[in-house]
């Protein structure tokens, strides 16, 4: 079967703290991964992408680290702020012909305590 | 820029009625996705438009859904004779090509 899971339902943190949420995936043959934010009565917004030839990447506040051999993905949020509460939900992007097709995991919620 | 379009916000129908959802891609794009999240999940891919054509609607239930993307207009998601299992938030996105950018959703609720 293929899919895209994450470790933690929830996660709490500490304001200024950093965040560090997880994903497993299953299907190696992915081209690329992507994080994406989801706050409350909201669509997903995107956050960070990597390509699955990359093992990091960074972006303002937030890094993302592939692990291939485990199927690894996180997402790490330093200094966490209040405005970080939301769903993350990390996703897989397997790229056919014309379009992209997005296969997103059941989500981790995040919440940052002042 | 105007993003992505969706109406209704809140969607009400009794079991049996049908719902219509709209979703105004952004300027520029051809490319039109359909998404269902139930409470407390993640998006399941539902149907790919482009204009005037249905790329791929794998994700779609076989009966009682149907999208479309006409040359003028937004796209539809129309569900007949709506079950309460039909319940859940609707996300649209667009893409120009690659990028998917999200809508607010619309809400269904049957009742």
């Known amino acids: 079967g293929e899919s895209v899971g994450l470790h933690l339902p929830t996660l709490s943190v500490q304001e200024g703290d950093n965040s560090i949420i997880n994903c497993a995936y299953s299907?190696?043959?992915?081209?690329?991964f992507i994080w994406y934010k989801q706050e409350s009565g909201k669509g997903p917004q995107f956050i960070i992408d990597i390509r699955s030839n990359m093992d990091k990447r960074q972006g303002q506040r937030v890094t993302v680290l592939l692990n291939k051999t485990v199927k690894h993905l996180s997402l790490q949020i330093a200094a966490t702020q209040p405005g970080d509460s939301a769903v993350y939900f990390c996703?897989?992007?397997?790229?056919?012909?014309?379009?992209?097709?997005?296969?997103f995991g059941p989500g981790t919620s995040l919440s940052v305590i002042p | 820029n105007a993003g992505v379009m969706q109406n209704p916000r809140h969607l009400v129908r009794r079991r049996g009625q049908e719902a219509r959802l709209r979703c105004s891609p952004m300027k520029g794009h051809s490319h039109v996705y359909w998404y269902r999240q139930l409470p407390e999940e993640g998006l399941k891919f539902m149907v790919y438009l482009q204009k005037e054509n249905i790329i791929d609607e794998s994700g779609m239930p076989k009966e009682r859904f149907s999208a479309e993307f006409p040359k003028e207009g937004p796209s539809i998601l129309r569900i007949q004779q709506v079950v309460r299992g039909d319940s859940a938030a609707y996300f649209c996105a667009s893409s120009r090509q690659y990028e998917q950018y999200f809508g607010p959703g619309t809400r269904l609720t049957v009742t």
């Open positions: 299907n190696s043959a992915s081209d690329y």
């Open positions: 996703a897989e992007n397997r790229m056919k012909t014309s379009y992209d097709k997005v296969i």
